[in-house]
């Protein structure tokens, strides 16, 4: 009983602000512009519906702040067959609510993520693969017979769920550890032209042009591995994941996804991407959409009596899973705003990499993040520099409550400053219409 339990707490917290969000949203939309917006993507994970009370629902979400939603993970298995990772939480999500008061499976109408999204013209994606789930991808794309079963699985997806697209995240085409292969390289190419053609041709049946589009790690031994002159003409985006460039992993305690390369330790950043991306790799800009993190990494336990810093060695390759425990010390922005005052964070700002960082000296914790000035630089970066948009890991980080527990959303700071530079609540997006199969 406990997930119906959890659903029914969800309804009843998100009717405290859904009338004010969707005014709110209703004011936005109701203001044209000639403009040219760029793109925010969202990535949706099913498995935070759980978390916070389940204050954070379909009905919740302020639709204005995004242009697409990526409704993550499906997973492939090894006959390339695709399927849902959480059975209920894709049937919440995805069908509606479930109306128990009709024989089953029967659901409320327009109660999915899918339908609030279409309601105000935002597309919602279905995102395969991710960190955990893209060790069948190599076996697939090497077969002609499995990539064509894929593409098909693809076209039923969108037809029973009413997806606008398909988001491939093999993290990453010959990467060892997830059962990559060199043949890769070669076969990728061929495994995302199937999906293309498979989705076009359906597209056609119903006049309906859906999206491609994929999430590559932002370092240049995952780069190497993507053939982009092959790739990039057929895909709508390419989303780079401009995160995830340091954590315990790293010798020295750096950032998380830093604008610029830090001046010290490993040269990865947001800028470094996109000009690698641009010039070494021939991609278009307009084609890419570059990542922005609403999470943070933590480190805790630092060796010597050193004080704790940016760059500092010594620490013993553990993340802060004491202080940040709900998010097993890999903490999104509500939750470091929530916590780190009382904890004795003081907080920094690192003006060569553009983005803030945290020190504790009592918990010897270290915490790299990003925070409204540092996300409005990113957006300032794409801009200038004429790329399609951002993308968002994940949608969830940056609902603020009034107060922790009360499930009273009270704002989103950090995607407003994406809105605000990119001009995208400055646009009637239309309903988008139902297809029926």
Known sequence: MKKPIL???????????????????????AVASTGNPKEIIA???????YKRNG???????????????????YSPDKEANIEGTDPWADTILLKGRIDWSKPQPAYYPNSSLVDYAHLYGVKVMVSIGGWTLSDNFPLIAADPKKRGHFAQECVRLLKHYQFDGIDI????????????????????????KAIRDSIDAYGKTIDYKFLLTGAYGANIPQMDQIQWDVVAPFMDYINMMTYDFNGTWSD?????????????????????????????????????????????RTLRGFDGDQPITIYRTGHQKKQDDVVFAEHEGMPQYFNIMEEYKKHGYKEYWDDVAKVPYLVSEDEKSFVSFDNVKSVKLKAEYIVKNKCAGAIIWDVFGDYMEKKPGSSLITGTPLVDELVNTFGTNQVVRPRIKKRWK
């Open 55 to 73: 204050c954070v629902v379909p009905e919740v979400l302020d639709y204005s702040r995004y242009t697409i939603l990526n409704y993550s993970f």
């Open 43 to 49: 990535y949706f994970p099913s498995w935070q519906m």
């Open 252 to 296: 020295d305690a750096n950032h998380n996804s830093p604008l610029y390369n830090p001046s010290k330790g490993y040269k990865g950043s947001l800028d470094e991407a996109y000009r690698l991306m641009t010039t070494k790799y021939k991609v278009p800009a307009e084609k890419l959409n570059l990542g922005v993190a609403f999470y943070g």
């Open 169 to 192: 995240d093999w993290e990453y085409p010959g990467y060892a550890e997830h059962s990559g292969t060199p043949q890769d390289r070669a076969n990728y190419p061929l495994f995302m």
């Open 7 to 29: 659903i029914a707490l969800a309804v009843l917290c998100s009717s405290f602000c859904q009338v004010l969000n969707a005014q709110k949203q209703k004011q936005d939309l």
